[in-house]
């Protein structure tokens, strides 16, 4: 099993579709890289804390290779907007990648210099070592499953996509 930490805006809909990922072992809404100790929601909101809503997801890189995952990552969120997706806005929504394994920075700098690749405005998603993780409160977890019609920037069209995707074989 493998860990990565994602940060894509409001963290209901990204802890959705991450979960929905055949691989993905588990998917946990937290709080990520912040400055402070034990932050709940109402602390992180503030924007004061150094803490984006992030979704740690634990994976089998047999099934879900880290590459896939962050291409599927890179289709929910807008990859060019700092501090904001969706209706959310501020710096505890910016994007971004967040890892432990120091053998998945050169990858995740590989994806990033492909993604840039796609796009004429620069990528603004933050890459680096997770320096702090606080699970949040456990009305969070599972909250669109929870509540259906939550608000949630990422389209339903893909959830079922990431609920079928494979990774390419090379």
Aim: charged share 20%; glycine share 10%; with cysteine.
């Amino acid at each position: 099993m493998a860990t990565i930490y994602l940060a894509g805006g409001c963290f209901w809909g990204v802890e959705k579709y991450m979960s929905l990922v055949n691989g993905v072992i588990q998917a946990e809404s937290g709080y990520a890289n912040g400055t402070t100790d034990s932050p709940s929601y109402q602390d992180v909101t503030t924007g004061r804390t150094g803490y984006t809503e992030t979704v740690r997801v634990d994976y089998d890189p047999e099934v879900a290779p880290l590459p896939f995952l962050l291409d599927l990552f890179y289709e929910a969120i807008d990859p060019t907007t700092l501090n904001r997706q969706g209706n959310d806005v501020g710096t505890q929504y910016r994007s971004g990648i967040y890892y432990t394994d120091p053998a998945d920075g050169p990858i995740i700098g590989r994806s990033l210099a492909e993604l840039q690749e796609r796009y004429d405005e620069p990528i603004v998603i933050e890459a680096g070592p997770l320096t702090g993780y606080t699970p949040a409160e456990e009305y969070h977890q599972d909250y669109l499953d929870k509540n259906p019609g939550g608000y949630c920037h990422i389209s339903r069209d893909l959830f079922e996509k990431a609920a079928s995707a494979v990774p390419d074989s090379e």
